[in-house]
C-alpha cells in the first residue's frame, strides 16, 4: 500500500515537473526583427558607392531572407540636388517607391519648397509615415502622417515613434507647419507607447546627434534611428542602441535584434542583444530596375545641363568640412557673383548652401550642372539695405560656432575681417574693413545675400528688419547669377584670398 501511495506521488510530481517545464518552455521564445537605416539622400545616384539603386538592392536582398525586418528612412530626401530644381523632389519619392520604407521619417529639408509641396510629395509616397512632434499652427495633425506606429512579431511588441529636429523653420521652409519639443514629445510618447504594451521604444528621428543621446537617455527609449548629422556611428551601452548611416546611401547600417521572452519572477520578461552590420554600398550590384529609371532621369538632365561655362586656374573645393568652417574658393566665387549681380556693397551666403561635396581640379571646366550640384535649392539673390551694426551682428552669428562645422557658416564678398576662436561667441569678430575702410555700425549698406538667410534662415534673424532693395518674388536665381558670372570672366582666378582670418 505504501509503495502503491510512493509511486502514485512520484508520478504526480513527475507530472507536475513536466507541466511547469513545458510551461516554462511555453513562456521562452526568441523573436529576431531586423532594422534597416538609410537617410539623407539628396542625389539619386552614387559614383563608387551610394544611390538609389544600390540602397534598393540592400533592402530588397535583406527582405528577401525572410523573416522580420523593418527598414526605416530617418529624413532628408526631396532636396537639394539638380532635378529637385525642376520636380520639387518628385523623382526622389518615385525611386524610393520601388523598394519602399516601412517607415519614413520627415527631415527638414522634405520642408525646402514650402508646406503645400511637402504635404504633396509626402501624398505619393507609398510608404508609412510619422510626425510625432509635428503639426500645423491650430494643433491639427499633417495629413497622411500618424503619431506612433506599434509592430508585433511573435510575442514581442515594438512601439515606433517620429521626431523631426526643431530648428526646422531656421534651416527650411516650413511656413504654417510647427515642431514640438523632441524630448517632451518622446517622453510622453515613450510612455503611452508602453502602456499599449511595447516591450521596446524606438524613436526615429532626424535630429543632431546630441539630442540623440539626450533622447536615449533623458525620455526613456530604448532605440534610436537617426539622420542629420551624415555621420556613420553605431553605439550600444548594453541598455540603450544608437544608428546612424552617413548619407546617400554610401553605407547602409542594419541592426539585427534578438529578443529572448520568458518569465522572471512570475513576470514577463524580455531582453534583447543587437548586433550591427554597416554594408559598404561599393560592394553592392544596383538594382538594375531602379538603376534603369536613374538613367532615364540622368539623360534628361544632361541635355541641358551639360553645357560649358568657363574654366576654373583654382582647385575648388566645396566638401562639407571646407565650406562649413572656412574660406574656400568657391564660395568666394559664390559671394562675388551675387554682389556682382545686384550691384552690392557686401555679400554672404551660408555655407550650408552649397551641396556638392567635392573637389575640383585646376583646370576643370566648369558646366551647368556642377553650379546647379552646388547650388540646388533653387534660392534667390536678393538685396537688402542693413547698419553695419546689423553686418557685424550677422558676421558674429556666422562664425559663432567655428571650428565647429555649421551650415550658417559665411562666405563673403567685398569684406574682410578677423574671427578670434579663442575668444567666446558673440565677441569674436574684429578687423571688418568694407570697400577699404572699417565698417562703420551707424552706417548704412546695400547686402546681397540669398533668400533663405535674408528672411532669417539659419538663425540670422536680425536680417528680417533690412530695407528690402531686390525681394524674393524679383529676385534671379542664385545658381544663375554664378553662371552668368563665370560665363562672363570665362576663367577664375581668384582662389583663397584671406577674406577671412582665422585664428
Known sequence: MIKTISKTLLAASLAAGLSLTAMAVALAETVNVSFIVASDMDTMSGKKRGGVARLAAVVNAERAKGGNSVFVYPGDLLSPSILAGFDKGAHMIELLNMAPPDILVPGNHEYDFGPEEFIKRMNEGKFAKLATNTRYEDGSKIPGFEDTIMKQFG???????????EDTPDISSPGNI???????????????????????????????????????????????????????????????????????????????VEFDVGESRGKRRVRWWPNFRIIDTATVTPDPAVAEKVAGYEATLSKELDVALGTSEVELDTRRISVRTGETAFGNLTADSMRTAVDADVAFTNGGGIRGNTQY?????????????????????????????????????????????????????????????????????????????????????????????????????????????????????????VMDYVREIGSVKTGIDGRLNIK
Do not use: C, W
Not at 510575442?155 to 529636429?165: A, N
Not at 548594453?238 to 539585427?256: C, F, Q
Open 155 to 165: 510575442d514581442v511588441k515594438i512601439g515606433f515613434m517620429g521626431l523631426t529636429t
Open 178 to 256: 510647427v515642431f514640438a519639443s523632441n524630448l517632451d514629445t518622446a517622453s510622453k510618447t515613450g510612455a503611452a507607447l508602453r502602456e499599449q504594451g511595447a516591450d521596446m521604444v524606438v524613436a526615429i528621428v532626424h535630429t543632431a546627434q546630441r539630442m540623440d543621446f539626450d533622447l536615449l537617455y533623458k525620455s526613456g527609449v530604448d532605440v534610436v534611428l537617426s539622420g542629420h548629422d551624415h555621420n556613420l556611428h553605431v553605439f550600444y551601452d548594453g541598455r540603450k542602441a544608437l544608428v546612424e548611416s552617413k548619407e546617400e546611401a554610401e553605407y547602409v547600417t542594419i541592426m539585427d
Open 361 to 481: 581640379d585646376a583646370g576643370h571646366v566648369l558646366t551647368r550642372r556642377d553650379v546647379l550640384t552646388e547650388l540646388p535649392f533653387g534660392n534667390g539673390t536678393v538685396k537688402l539695405e542693413v547698419s553695419g551694426a546689423v553686418i557685424l551682428e550677422a558676421l558674429e552669428h556666422g562664425y559663432r560656432g567655428v571650428p565647429e562645422a555649421e551650415g550658417g557658416f559665411l562666405h563673403v564678398s567685398g569684406i574682410s575681417l578677423t574671427i578670434d576662436t579663442s575668444k567666446p561667441a558673440g565677441s569674436r569678430v574684429s578687423d571688418v574693413i568694407v570697400g577699404g575702410a572699417p565698417l562703420d555700425p551707424a552706417k548704412s549698406y546695400t547686402l546681397a545675400t540669398n533668400d533663405f538667410v535674408g528672411r532669417g534662415g539659419d538663425g540670422y534673424k536680425m536680417l528680417r528688419n533690412g530695407k528690402s532693395l531686390i525681394d524674393a518674388s524679383s529676385a534671379k536665381l542664385m545658381a544663375g547669377d
